[in-house]
């Protein structure tokens, strides 16, 4: 049973950091692409930033300058390092895999955390 589990989300004041963590545990015979998305209230989930396993990242332009993904793909695990973060951030947090699980017949699928919340207030 393949399972993302974050960890890191909390309450900071605007222009403080938070570091999120992913890791994603079970079966897995090759992970493609980590992500992080967002949702705040009354909003639709939207993406924050990616990172494929050669390390290609792709970021929100919201967050550009502010938020670095990166990963260790030996730990199957992916980091959002947050700064300067502002009250807009705040929403759950959620991480996201594309991988390959390592039973037979299996093909490349998505799987999501079960979400951290994050709030930037003062």
């Known amino acids: 049973q393949v399972q993302l589990v974050e960890s890191g989300g909390g309450l900071v004041q605007p222009g403080g950091s938070l570091r999120l963590s992913c890791a994603a545990s079970?079966?897995?015979?090759?992970?493609?692409?980590m992500g992080w998305y967002r949702q705040a209230p009354g909003n639709q989930r939207e993406l924050v930033a990616t990172?494929?396993?050669?390390?290609?990242?792709d970021y929100a332009d919201s967050v550009k300058g502010r938020f670095t993904i990166s990963a260790d793909n030996a730990k199957n695990t992916a980091y959002l390092q947050m700064n300067s973060l502002k009250p807009e951030d705040t929403a759950v947090y959620y991480c996201?895999?594309?991988?390959?699980?390592?039973?037979?017949?299996?093909?490349?699928?998505?799987?999501w955390g079960q979400g951290t919340q994050v709030t930037v207030s003062s």
């Open positions: 996201n895999a594309a991988l390959l699980p390592s039973s037979p017949g299996s093909y490349y699928q998505n799987y």
């Open positions: 079970g079966s897995i015979l090759s992970i493609n692409t």
């Open positions: 990172i494929t396993r050669y390390g290609r990242t």
